[in-house]
């Protein structure tokens, strides 16, 4: 599930600096393509810029509902588990090396 996630905020990612990148901050950008006459074309000039920045805030929008939504299909371990497992490793005396129990002193 967390793989989906990924790709679709890959995706998502990329399709947002192709939009911004077409945008001029100036109000050039693809906008200028399409000439002056904004009336007499079925998408004029700025028709465009609005569509532009339309799709600019949906797929932020989109981008962060993803970001906090992928939160949720991370895939956790069990702390309680572990902690258990834990323990055990710590009372096995095939771990734990066996001591002497009078030592030597020099």
Excluded: C, H
């Amino acid at each position: 599930m967390y793989t989906i996630f990924a790709i679709l905020i890959i995706i998502t990612s990329v399709l947002l600096v192709l939009v911004v990148l077409v945008q001029n901050p100036k109000g050039g950008g693809l906008s200028s393509s399409f000439g002056g006459g904004g009336a007499s074309q079925i998408m004029g000039a700025k028709k465009t810029t609005d569509f532009l920045e339309k799709a600019t805030w949906t797929l932020a929008i989109a981008l962060i509902s993803l970001s906090l939504l992928s939160n949720f299909a991370i895939p956790r371990n069990n702390t309680d588990d572990v902690m258990e497992i834990k323990a055990q490793e710590q009372i096995d005396e095939t771990i734990i090396p066996n001591l002497p129990s009078n030592p030597v002193q020099e």
